[in-house]
């Protein structure tokens, strides 16, 4: 007793003697809230410029690794992603003899690339001068502000020629997708007919995948009319499945919806909501499980590395196959071969239908933080409440995945060939992703 007793006070002197000699400044700014919020920004931001899925997902990608880049710095268990990520060259070193706010520097970092790929950079500048004054109100020295400055601007600099070489900027000038008159191929969909979103989008460089053919998935059943082929079957499931869900399948339909733009209409009016994007709700769980499991900065940036570059690398690989079988929607093939006045419960987007991205984008996340957290990390899903839907609860990665995925089917956007072969492949995705990075020190 007398043992434990002095092992007790022992600890409590030596953890006072800790704090002592740590700046108090650190003690209230050094944490991952900064980089959650940061990241939430740009988020938010992406909502309100009505950002497509995939080019959200460019954005995430970039800005979690400007925010991991930097905060390896203050931890040597973590290894740059610099050689493992397509064209990442080694980021500039800090100095050796000034001290920073890692924390802020990814902030600052964070932002900054966040605001050469967004619309509404006044919203990220408004932001990041709210942000700023508490890291001053905290108490952070003069010097060290400057410095962490400096090095977020360094690092969002070389981030930024990172970003100019992945030909983003030469797919703008290419031509739009010409609609085909073949009867088995997409056509916009009601009820605003929007043109075809990024038909190039797989000439994007890929972040950890040799290219975007690289994990193809089985080939689509063969486009048919005939009441009896594979096709027209998938077509009826679809059919059937709307008309029969329960309240609690379009609960599900609805909470995965992740629509950017939803235009609504009622009578002869019209109105568009703007939601968050099926990347956003991953990286909104990532801040969920994070907070959840007590990640630091460095830890939580390497949580959004990982999801986010996993993730663009799952739209490119989608949208390669997209538009290559260009396969037409169940809501345009039901209103002309089965029922005209069927409507799905989601708004059908406006690309082609297979594969079912928000499955293969769910799968590669599952992975990926199964890895990361473990196979029976449980967590309640509130991305939804800022939208209007409530709370969800999943007992792992992988229950979530599998409920993003049906949840398309549910909604009458995707029959389930899709669905499934879109996971078939998220899932191996994730595999080759968390096989080919190394983030810690063995």
Not at 165 to 171: E, G, S
Not at 251 to 261: G, K, M, T, V, Y
Not at 369 to 391: I, Q, Y
Request: proline share 6%.
């Amino acid at each position: 007793m007398k043992r434990m007793i002095v092992f007790i006070i022992t600890f409590m002197v030596t953890a006072n003697l800790v704090n002592a000699r740590t700046p108090g400044w650190k003690n209230r700014t050094e944490n991952a809230g900064y980089i959650h919020r940061a990241i939430k920004e740009i988020t938010d931001v992406m909502v309100y410029d009505i950002y497509s899925p995939p080019v959200a997902s460019r954005t995430y990608a970039y800005i979690s690794v400007a925010a991991y880049e930097t905060l390896i710095h203050e931890n040597p268990e973590y290894s740059s992603l610099a050689g493992q990520l397509h064209g990442l060259q080694p980021s500039p070193e800090p100095e050796k003899d000034k001290e920073y706010s890692y924390t802020l520097a990814a902030v600052h970092a964070i932002l900054t690339v966040g605001k050469a790929l967004v619309i509404s950079e006044d919203k990220v500048n408004a932001f990041e001068t709210s942000m700023i004054s508490e890291f001053k109100s905290d108490g952070i020295p003069e010097d060290v502000y400057a410095n962490s400055i400096d090095y977020g601007k360094e690092m969002a600099d070389h981030i930024l020629s990172w970003i100019n070489k992945d030909h983003y900027k030469q797919t703008r000038s290419l031509p739009a997708y010409t609609v085909s008159q073949d009867a088995a191929t997409w056509k916009p969909t009601p009820p605003v007919y929007i043109k075809a979103i990024e038909p190039h989008w797989n000439q994007i460089r890929t972040f950890i995948i040799d290219s975007a053919q690289e994990f193809r998935p089985v080939h689509p059943p063969a486009f048919s009319t005939d009441s009896t082929s594979e096709f027209y079957k998938t077509a009826v499931a679809v059919y059937k499945q709307v008309n029969s869900n329960t309240p609690g399948q379009d609960e599900i339909a609805n909470f995965w919806d992740c629509n950017p733009f939803k235009v609504n209409q009622r009578g002869h009016v019209m109105y568009a909501v703007k939601k968050i994007s099926p990347g956003g709700h991953w990286m909104n769980i990532v801040r969920l499980v994070c907070q959840k499991a007590n990640a630091g900065p460095v830890q939580s940036a390497e949580t959004y590395a990982w999801v986010a570059t996993t993730i663009a690398d799952c739209f490119i690989s989608s949208w390669d196959e997209k538009y290559r079988s260009v396969v037409i929607r169940p809501e345009t093939y039901i209103n002309k071969y089965i029922d005209q006045d069927w409507r799905p419960v989601l708004q059908t987007p406006p690309f082609p239908e297979y594969t079912s991205a928000h499955s293969l984008i769910s799968s590669g996340a599952a992975v990926v933080l199964t890895k990361l957290f473990g196979d029976h990390f449980s967590f309640a899903d509130s991305t939804e409440m800022e939208f209007g839907l409530p709370t969800r609860n999943f007992k792992s990665f992988y229950d979530a995945s599998e409920e993003a995925a049906i949840s398309r089917f549910y909604g009458g956007i995707h029959y389930l060939p899709a669905v499934k072969y879109g996971q078939v492949v998220g899932k191996e995705l994730g595999e080759y992703v968390i096989k080919k990075i190394r983030t810690r020190k063995e």
